[in-house]
């Protein structure tokens, strides 16, 4: 299972790969030919994609490396990592942009072969569309962090393209409707609008990546299945608390305790934890799960109240056989 996941991340990651470099050089011989900035703009920023999807290309092999004696939490985290660069290499981008776009408003210069531009920024745009929508199905499926980096990399590739591609047909189409008018503003205008895109998503990326650099928990949705799971050994589990999570990577990290019958074997605790285990995995295979088990106390503790699955009556009763000397296994 984990190795077909692990190809399936790293064949997508390929695939941007060969796209990002065949439209790089694209975009760069056009682009000089006609003597556009947007354009050279746009094969700036597919370079960034290429080095971005290199990145991912790695990110997901290497975070495939089992845990290790170095690494006795596995290899995640280079996922985050290459998320927080890739995101460092758009901002970078994006300056470069708006710099050569201001020199150009400044020193402006009559473009040739606009059409040649709008058929390449029309390809870049279908081409990027469709690998965007296959990384971003594949991140979902995985929860890779570098994959979803190099998707939102070339959807916004995509929304660029589409811009460059305007401000060309503009100026071309002005050419024929509007003869004498002096439209080549057009083209750095545009190419600052391409960076300013480009920030706001480097910005939205900067923040996903490097928040599980920190430890954060997994998403709300996540974490309430996961106690949905936990709650569904009621009554054999009496409680749970201390529950924490987090992610690496792709990979999840679930600990909790849980209080059963203090008269419990240990043999039929590892069993249930097992079950529990399994439960979760279900859902997320690639999670890791630790489970700490401890006896009921009648005298129950304000976090252990918390997360209490059993009713009043049950409680009532657990304290009263406790009195009286008993300890009847919950059924």
């Known amino acids: 299972m984990l190795y077909k996941i692990t190809k399936q991340k790293a064949d997508v990651a390929l695939l941007s790969v060969i796209s990002n470099a065949t439209l790089v050089l694209l975009k760069t011989i056009i682009g000089l030919m006609v003597g556009s900035v947007s354009m050279i703009s746009e094969a700036i920023h597919s370079g960034v ?25 596995g290899h995640g985290k280079v996922e985050n990592i290459s998320g927080t660069i890739e995101a460092i290499l758009i901002f ?17 210069k009559p473009l040739e072969a606009v059409s040649w531009g709008v058929v390449v920024m029309f390809l870049s745009a279908v081409a990027n569309v ?49 003869p004498g ?20 998503a480097a910005y939205e990326l ?24 936990i709650k ?31 008269g419990m074997s240990v043999n039929d605790s590892h069993k249930v934890t097992d079950m529990m285990s399994d439960a979760i995995k279900e859902h997320y295979p690639d999670a890791t799960v630790t489970i700490h088990t401890e006896p009921c106390d009648p005298v129950c503790t304000p976090w252990c109240e918390n997360d209490c699955l059993l009713s009043d009556e049950d409680r ?16």
């Open 181 to 200: 008018t002096n439209l080549e503003w057009v083209d750095p205008v545009t190419a600052i609008g391409v960076a300013l895109l480009i920030l706001k």
């Open 206 to 229: 900067t923040i996903k990546s490097a928040r599980d650099l920190l430890d954060a928990s997994l998403p709300a949705d996540e974490e309430a299945l996961i106690r949905e799971h």
């Open 92 to 108: 970078l981008a994006a300056g470069w942009i708006v710099f050569e776009a201001v020199k150009k408003l400044y020193h402006p």
């Open 49 to 73: 994609d290429l080095l971005a999807a290199s990145i991912a290309l790695f990110a997901v092999k290497k975070s495939a490396k089992p845990a290790d004696v170095r690494h006795p939490f």
């Open 232 to 262: 569904s050994f009621s009554p054999t589990v009496r409680s749970f608390h201390r529950f924490r999570t987090r992610k690496s990577g792709s990979d999840r990290f679930v600990e909790f305790h849980i209080l059963v019958d203090s």
């Open 316 to 331: 009532r009763g657990i304290r009263t056989n406790h009195r009286d000397g008993v300890s009847p296994k919950a059924e």
């Open 130 to 178: 469709f690998i965007s929508q296959r990384l971003f199905k594949v991140s979902q499926e995985t929860g890779s962090v570098a994959l979803e980096a190099d998707a939102w990399h070339l959807r916004t590739d995509v929304y660029t393209s589409i811009g460059v591609m305007v401000g060309l047909g503009t100026i071309w189409a002005g050419k024929w409707l509007v």
